[in-house]
């Protein structure tokens, strides 16, 4: 028997649910607030080139149907295809281009000898607290000198009030700490193997990447995919309200249409959900975000290197994790995206030092000419994850998952699923295997 079932979100969590569960025959409907779907998984064009919402580049899952859905439109004439991704990094005033993670050996001497000692004896014990998880990975003197500043840099916050999962963002679980052949004599220890980055960057996943259009070129294939599955697409759609029968959801109505179903997939923070049906969590906290803007250059000319993306750890600079489209999608498009997270409440205002500072890094001169530059502020920001929030949400979706009959809670709604990958077969598991 058909099922009428209403997606809400449209983020590349709602898209893999909706899709699935359209091809177990039942009616689907996608509702998403937004004028496109992907959440960040989207690109904007300026009339020439394409520019993404940071880097996002899709990896291949190890579940073969999951992976034909996402990328079996995706071929060699249309997109790049690789598994080895070059990366760098930026810190200390120097650029590393041997790897994505920060090269510890720039500090000052009698500091990186001090640190090399502690990083041999740190244990890797497990902790509740960000700081003290990474002082027992990593020593004190890493954490103190590299990590803590940058995660004070991206987060506004002390490390103290964070959550563990932090410390997996912006490629900060690793450090390149000796030289090629130590790291690799190490690295046969799972206690070292487990938190030092190579030197040599080795094949992983198979990743796609669009020569033309950007990543939201793959959100326009899989939107194409979910309308010959018989998905309806609502953009532009916010929720009004929702009746409630004692944890069974059968009615949502937006501004335009009003939807009796049977079954709720919500991608959304499931707070939300709670909020709209004023339904309350003892201690419950609201997410907080830190403000995110994009900051996007064209040159003339190529920009200075190889990467696909640098990550600027050097807490003296506003720039965060920078995006070069020529490398990855393989053309003459000579732009790149430059992420910033911070504080700061005038972001729009520093496309001028965001500028200098890719001088500074050495991927321009000031000889480059600048064929565009603009700013895009990211909505709400980036979020920033304490420990009391995420304690919360474990209470949030605990309550949840034992109240609601007929909803299924996919991807960031959950507290589990925050990377990609993960977002990705957790969405399909849920969907084809409940």
């Known amino acids: 028997m058909k099922k009428n079932v209403l997606v809400v979100g449209g983020g590349i969590g709602g898209i893999t649910s909706a899709y699935f569960e359209a091809k177990k025959g039942n009616n689907v409907t996608l509702i998403d607030s937004s004028e496109r779907i992907g959440g960040l998984l989207k690109s904007d064009y300026n009339g020439k080139n394409y520019f993404d919402y940071g880097t996002h580049i899709i990896p291949e899952t190890s579940i073969p149907e999951l992976n034909d859905f996402l990328f ?3 071929d060699d004439e249309n997109s790049v295809r690789t598994k080895n991704i070059k990366a760098s990094s930026f810190f200390n005033g120097k650029m590393n281009n041997k790897s994505c993670y920060v090269d510890c050996s720039v500090i000052d001497k009698e500091l990186y000898n001090r640190g090399c000692v502690e990083f041999l004896e740190a244990e890797n014990e497990e902790s509740n607290n960000l700081d003290e998880k990474l002082i027992n990975k990593f020593g004190k003197t890493f954490y103190t ?16 009030l964070l959550d563990i999962k932090v410390g997996e963002f912006f490629d900060m679980s690793r450090l390149l700490v000796f030289n090629d052949s130590v790291t690799k004599r190490l690295c046969t220890l799972p206690i070292y193997n487990s ?13 796609y990447y669009p020569k033309d259009g950007g990543v939201g070129k793959i959100i326009d294939l899989l939107e194409s995919k979910l309308q010959k599955a018989g998905v309806k ?14 944890g069974i959801i059968r009615t949502v109505e937006t501004k335009n249409e ?4 049977d079954d709720l997939i919500w991608t959304l923070p499931s707070e939300q959900l709670l909020k709209i049906l004023d339904l309350d969590v003892e201690n419950m906290k609201n997410l907080e975000f830190i403000n995110a803007g994009l900051f996007d250059f064209t040159f003339d000319k190529k920009i200075a290197s190889e990467a696909t993306f640098i990550n600027v750890f050097d807490n003296k600079l506003l720039s965060g994790r920078i995006t070069l489209y020529q490398n990855l999608a393989k053309n003459k498009n000579y732009s790149c995206t430059v992420e910033v997270l911070s504080a700061q409440n005038d972001l729009e205002k520093k496309i001028d030092i965001v500028y200098n500072e ?11 000419q600048v064929k565009y530059r603009k700013y895009r502020k990211i909505n709400k920001g980036f979020p920033i994850l304490s420990k009391d929030f995420v304690e919360s949400q474990h209470r949030v979706n605990n309550f949840c998952e034992e109240y609601f009959k007929n909803v299924k809670f996919v991807g960031r709604s959950t507290s589990k699923d925050f990377f990609m ?5 957790n969405a399909y598991n849920k969907i084809t295997k409940e």
């Open 421 to 425: 990958p993960e977002v990705l077969v």
């Open 72 to 74: 079996s439109l995706l």
């Open 145 to 160: 000198e590299i990590l803590k500043k940058n995660i004070e840099k991206y987060t506004n916050t002390d490390p103290a």
């Open 195 to 207: 938190k030092m980055g190579h030197h040599v960057r080795v094949d992983g996943s198979m990743k």
């Open 233 to 246: 697409i609502l953009k532009n759609t916010k929720i009004n309200k929702i009746i409630n029968l004692n």
């Open 258 to 261: 009003n939807f009796n179903i």
């Open 358 to 368: 890719l001088i500074e890094m050495g991927l321009v001169t000031s000889e480059n």
